[in-house]
């Protein structure tokens, strides 16, 4: 196991509005790990992905095992705010406001405990893997955030993103092809982030206050979500606003989803609904009709998540218990016997699938990062 703490006396640098040099701070840290090595073997021994074919996923019901939670060995002491699978390799990250960072290799069995960075003074809210795997990018209430160079065994402490007064950015996207972190500012602004340089590039500007963003999978586009109950579609090539469509019968946005196959966008509303669209119609049409509107959930919608197949839709508030649900995509029905009324799902807080679809992580209220085997991708 390899545990990292940040110093609490590391200084934090701010840099003027004239410096081009990269806004970060680089502490490297001595790492000591059983049986030697360094990150860089770590996903080496954790096993990489491989592809397999299979029929397509039925609806009406879902094969669904209870396995051991990913966080078994090492359980988070608050919240698991973010929850998210390794984009190559049989690992999973879990983070939360105990201000620590925490990996586990995916066994479906006892899932051991890989490493732990600890960050004082900084809860995490969001937490990504970098598209290529390397980094795991952190945001809280902060105006700076934080970068975890996995192969090096580095941390990097990003001030804060030049030319904005924001008190914190708590949120974020990465984009596909790993150019850019996208952050969630104040009255609408979408600041963009060179991933490289960690350097401001530029704003995107929708009207309201934005609640969340989302990329089509090739990165060519960046769908936007608010307060004023429409999406915004952004050309990322020209930065432009091309098109806004009104989410039916939405006040406040809440969430906003892409599916991997570019055939469904999934919208999360503060009144629990999530309306499911073709993406054609959204992209054509400025009041597109939703080819369902899910109304299983009463609460305000925290997020939507396709699995990579596109198959699956998972939708989950955390403002009511067990509100979580999977929905087959092809039909747009939700899958009648999971999660069972006796499931104990707790507050949900955030959920991913992962590479091959084979798992299902959940993270909980409790601490918990729950994981789930869907039978079908396991053939």
Not at 123 to 136: C, K, N, Q, S, Y
Not at 138 to 159: E, L, N, Q, T, W
Not at 285 to 298: A, F
Not at 310 to 331: G, Q
Request: net charge neutral; aromatic share 8%; glycine share 8%.
């Amino acid at each position: 196991m390899i545990h990292l703490v940040i110093p609490d006396h590391i200084p934090e640098v701010e840099q003027s509005m004239e410096e081009e040099q990269p806004m970060k701070e680089e502490v490297e840290q001595p790492m000591e790990e059983e049986g030697g090595g360094g990150g860089d073997g770590l996903l080496q021994r954790t096993g990489r992905l491989l592809s397999r074919s299979r029929d397509l996923l039925p609806k009406g019901r879902i094969s669904m095992k209870k396995m051991v939670a990913a966080n078994h060995s090492k359980k988070a002491e608050a919240v698991v705010q973010s929850v998210e699978f390794h984009p190559t390799s049989n690992v999973i990250l879990t983070a939360g406001f105990h201000k620590t960072l925490d990996l586990f290799q995916v066994d479906g069995d006892s899932n051991p405990h890989l490493q732990s960075v600890h960050i004082p003074g900084f809860p995490i809210t969001t937490a990504h893997f970098t598209p290529d795997g390397r980094e795991v990018v952190m945001a809280g209430h902060k105006k700076s955030f934080h970068v975890y160079d996995m192969m090096a065994g580095k941390i990097m402490r990003i001030y804060n993103i030049r030319g904005r007064r924001e008190q914190f950015f708590d949120n974020f996207v990465v984009s596909p092809d790993n150019a850019l972190l996208v952050f969630l500012g104040k009255d609408g602004y979408m600041p963009l982030v060179s991933n490289r340089t960690k350097q401001w590039v530029a704003n995107l500007k929708m009207n309201g206050a934005v609640k969340d963003v989302t990329f089509s999978a090739d990165g060519r586009k960046l769908l936007s979500t608010g307060s004023d109950g429409k999406v915004y579609v952004w050309d990322m090539t020209t930065r432009d606003c091309v098109h806004c469509f009104v989410d039916d019968g939405c006040v406040i946005g809440t969430t906003v989803s892409i599916s991997p196959n570019g055939k469904y966008v999934a919208c999360g509303a503060d009144s629990g609904v999530v309306n499911v669209y073709d993406t054609e119609q959204c992209l054509k049409e400025e009041r597109p009709k939703p080819l369902k509107s899910v109304m299983s959930l009463t609460t305000p919608i925290k997020c939507t998540k396709f699995n990579p197949s596109s198959e699956i839709l998972a939708i989950a508030s955390h403002e009511k218990k067990d509100a979580f649900r999977l929905i087959h995509t092809a039909s747009c029905t939700v899958f009648s016997n999971w999660p069972k009324k006796e499931t104990p799902l707790n507050y949900v807080y955030s959920c991913d699938f992962s590479p091959m679809s084979n798992y299902l992580a959940i993270g909980n209220a409790k601490g918990k990062a729950l994981l789930y085997r869907l039978n079908h991708y396991c053939r």
